[in-house]
């Protein structure tokens, strides 16, 4: 059975049994396996307020897709869904400036490192259809870029694709690319981001996102790029963990080169993103359909979290409103309990938590931190045109102080894990995570 709006329900003749505040006792008096939110047009909070209260019955739950994708023709009435995370996030995805964009990107050749990963594969569908002249979809993974570059072939058939397999830990392979193709407007997503396995393996992180970053943007100043955008993380603000240490230090390198190049250099920041590869959503899938348990890291641990869609859209706005060396942060609401996320999973999965599926505890792993923060105490936030993408001043770096302790990094790397953390703290005094 199903509980309609009652807008719907009357067409049919069939009675309407009462409002939101009715929904627990209707569908325990009437045995409901199964309800429907049929609010298309209403705001994200709304839906997100519906569905705390659908929460309390053991009924599954599934919602008609938004009123915008039904007029864009991408999806019908009938396409009913199952409620994701997402719609319990309470807040209206980010819109694009699509001018903007426009501007930046039509007819011009834009590289993007990292193409085949989940930001950046996003990326290369959304930039897509403000006709580059040329899109580069760089990655060190054949499988992955092959997927992408197919997928681009059928959705954008008079798009020029040139996908190149390559390590952006190879400076000179980076110059022939930059040599042959010219692009002038970078996105950097290539980058090591698993937490505990860089915690294991600090020089693959400190090559991949500090060199990788190092030697993709200093071709971009070379060959006289017009704009470089940098994909970085909420780990990188007093990191705990060698990922978010090393995601620091590549901010400063491209600060620190915007300060003489005429290249735009910029960084965007956000948080954790729902349906990434390693993010927690899946494994918590993956964990309820084998029948549990779910296992959460710390009853108290918060993360921000955003959709893949509306990363992509900030770092693709990040370039329009780049003057050079900022730091670009999203407004993403309020953070998330990580044991609520996995208690919603469960029960929009048609479960009841500690009935069905049980949640375990397994303790915070290395360099995780109880919440993830977005902006340094030193770094000064203003507004930009957008509502909702606030930018941290241009920090004062030495260039001369940066050269010398990325030359100290690099002589570490190889050593064993205490010289490469010391190296690295040398470098990021808040990193607390020293092994």
Not at 216 to 239: G, I, M, W, Y
Not at 314 to 319: C, Y
Request: hydrophobic letters at 45%.
């Amino acid at each position: 059975m199903t509980i309609q709006r009652s807008l719907i329900t009357r067409s049919w003749g069939l009675p309407v049994l009462g409002d939101r505040n009715e929904i627990i006792r209707v569908v325990n008096q009437y045995q409901i396996d199964e309800i429907i939110i049929a609010m298309p047009s209403v705001p994200k909070k709304e839906i997100s307020s519906i569905i705390d209260i659908c929460k309390h019955t053991k009924a599954k739950l599934k919602i008609i897709p938004k009123l915008h994708d039904l007029i864009e023709g991408k999806v019908t009435i009938n396409a009913i869904r199952n409620v994701e995370v997402e719609d319990l996030l309470g807040r209206e995805p980010v819109k694009i400036d699509l001018v903007g964009i426009a501007d930046y990107v039509e007819d011009k050749v834009v590289l993007i490192t990292g193409a085949g990963g989940s930001i950046g594969s996003e990326l290369c569908r959304q930039v897509a259809p403000f006709n580059p002249s040329k899109l580069v979809i760089l990655g060190h993974g054949e499988n992955s870029i092959y997927l992408i570059e197919k997928e681009l072939n059928r959705m954008f058939p008079d798009l020029h694709i040139e996908p190149v397999i390559a390590d952006v830990q190879d400076k000179a392979r980076m110059e022939e690319i930059f040599r042959i193709y010219q692009p002038k407007v970078i996105f950097h997503a290539a980058a090591h981001k698993h937490v505990p396995l860089m915690e294991r393996n600090p020089a693959e992180a400190i090559k991949n996102n500090v060199f990788g970053t190092k030697n993709v943007a200093e071709c971009a100043h070379q060959f006289h790029a017009e704009r470089f955008v940098l994909v970085s993380t909420d780990k990188a603000v007093n990191p705990t963990s060698i990922m978010g240490a090393t995601k620091r230090i590549a901010e400063l390198v491209i600060q620190s080169l915007d300060r003489f190049s005429e290249t735009k250099f910029v960084a965007v920041r956000f948080g954790n993103v729902l349906g990434s590869r390693g993010s927690v959503i899946p494994h918590f899938k993956e964990q309820i359909a084998r029948g549990g348990p779910v296992t959460v890291t710390h009853p108290e641990m918060i993360r921000y979290f955003m959709t893949i869609p509306e990363a992509v859209q900030l770092v693709i706005q990040a370039g329009a409103f780049a003057a050079g060396g900022e730091i670009f942060i999203l407004d993403m609401g309020a953070p998330v309990k990580i044991v609520d996320l996995a208690t919603d999973l469960i029960r929009l999965s048609g479960f009841e938590p500690g009935v069905d599926i049980d949640i375990e505890f397994s303790g915070i792993r290395p360099g995780e931190k109880l919440y993830e923060e977005l902006l340094l105490n030193e770094e000064i936030i203003e507004n930009t045109r957008h509502n909702r993408i606030f930018v941290g001043s241009p920090l004062k770096i030495s260039q001369s102080e940066l050269e010398m302790e990325i030359k100290r990094l690099e002589k570490a790397v190889g050593e064993e894990s205490g010289i490469v953390r010391s190296a690295v703290k040398h470098l990021v005094p808040n990193f607390s995570n020293v092994g």
